[in-house]
Each structure stands twice: as C-alpha cells, then as structure tokens.
C-alpha cells in the first residue's frame, strides 16, 4: 500500500492478523446483522475474502439461513469486523 | 507556495494519533449501530482496529442507552475501518441530562 506507516511497527497491525487467520475458521460479522462463518482462504486490499465451507447467519431471526460450500468471495464493503 | 506540477503529493497523515490509546480500553461504534469495547492492540492509518477482549453491543428498538442486552464477548478482532464511525476511550463519559428538551409555557 502506499500509505506510509506513521506508526510504530511493533505494534499489531490489522491486516496482519487477518493474514495469520488464514487457513483457519474465521467469523465476520457485517454491518448489518448477518453473519458469516467459514475457512479463510485469502483476501485483499480492500478486505474482500475467499471463504470456504460457509454458513451464513441472521442474527435477529436467529437462525441458520444457508450452508454454502465450495469457495464464496465477499464483498469487503459490509464488513464490520473479523 | 506549494508546488503542484503533474505529480500529487499525498501524505497519509493521521489527524489524530491512536497510538496514545494501545492497551487502553476504548469504546468503537460503527455504521449500522453497532458498538463495541476493547482493549486496542494495533491500528493502522485506514483505522482498522485490532481490538482484544472485544465485547459486542447491538442496538434494538428497545435498546437505546440500554447497553446491557445482547452482548457478545468476540475475543480478538479487527474491526474494518471503513466501518468505524466513533472511538472514544471508555473512561471520560458521562451520562448527562438531556439538553433538548424543551419547556413549552401555555
């Protein structure tokens, strides 16, 4: 990226952390109330994800809505947090 | 005066320095009501935020200043910056009266 880090380096950065979640079950929760839960398989710049083995969730109905397999990009524009 | 040819010149300055915040409990509210709270472990300048110990509070109809329902305990997170509205240490609030209401005289 071509912002420069007026940060100190020793510090842990976000992206970073996303980075070692990779391979592992990871949990996003967009800015609305769904949920998604699966496999991180890599991302972006911009935070969009390749999840694999995926299950979907709405929060307020509180149930389980659709369980996707194979591989899902998102879209990093509603991700509120990882 | 400054010297804009064909080449822009952008500094990715911060206008405010969370560095003073890591380790510290902060409050973060984000596009869509939700809030959050945690303990600021990193950040970077588009303000993605890793936070630990995340507690999650969702808003309902009933909710308003009612923090106490509907919270999850998340652990470690990073929340998107471009999702990030607020940050407040969690400390230096106050409930006050409200200031709006106003007296109608008949």
Request: glycine letters at 8%.
């Amino acid at each position: 990226m071509a912002a420069t880090q007026a940060t100190n380096p020793s510090q842990l950065l976000p992206l970073e952390l996303v980075d070692k979640c990779i391979g592992s079950r990871i949990h996003i929760v967009m800015k609305t109330d769904k949920e998604i839960v699966g496999t991180l398989l890599g991302f972006d710049d911009f935070v969009n994800m390749v999840l694999e083995d995926v299950t979907e969730f709405e929060i307020t109905p509180e149930g389980r809505r659709i369980t996707k397999l194979d591989q899902i990009l998102l879209n990093g524009n509603n991700i509120t947090m990882v | 005066g400054c010297n804009r040819g064909k080449e822009e010149k952008k500094k990715k300055e911060s206008i405010f320095d969370l560095s003073k915040y890591i380790d510290k409990p902060i409050r973060v509210k984000f596009q869509g009501g939700r809030e959050a709270s945690g303990v600021l472990k990193g950040f970077d300048p588009l303000l993605n935020l890793v936070l630990d110990g995340t507690i999650e509070y969702m808003r309902d109809p009933d909710d308003q200043l009612k923090l106490t329902e509907d919270t999850r305990q998340l652990g470690l997170v990073v929340c998107r910056g471009t999702s990030v509205v607020l940050i407040c240490p969690q400390d230096g609030m106050e409930a006050i009266p409200n200031p709006f209401i106003q007296q109608q005289d008949g």
